[in-house]
């Protein structure tokens, strides 16, 4: 086993060796044994799915949680932020508009255009011209 495999069994099997097929495992206990980088991977892959272990933990619930919960849903007290309308944030949502606007008929007018066919933009946009064209070609 060389070491990109070892990473790849590393990565599908994880840090803890008796988790793996017993192929495998005689051949990284063998590899761990003599290689230090090897044994260096081996321990971060324990450490990562040790600290893995710890987060996916359930919490446990007991009466005295479900009771606060319950309590704080009629106290009045709400600790959320709403964001409401006022005529400051119209003022700034219109000048936001105003400058995406600005911006993008800007960069439409700099881009350069394109010389070929355009058939979907002339279908998109009613271009007569287009439209004629394709009907007299039978492909509309």
Known sequence: M???QFEQALSRYGGHLDKWPAALRSEA????ATDRRAATMLAAAQCLDGL????????PVDAALIGRIVAGLGNGRHD???LRP???LAAWAGAAMALFLAVG???GVT?????GDDTLAGLAFGSSAMASTLSTEGLL
Request: charged share 20%.
């Open 105 to 107: 008929f800007a960069a």
């Open 2 to 4: 060389n070491h990109d």
């Open 86 to 88: 006022s005529a400051r």
């Open 111 to 115: 881009l350069p255009q394109n010389q």
């Open 80 to 82: 959320d932020l709403t």
């Open 52 to 59: 893995l272990g710890e987060i996916a933990t359930p919490r």
């Open 29 to 32: 206990e063998a590899l761990t």
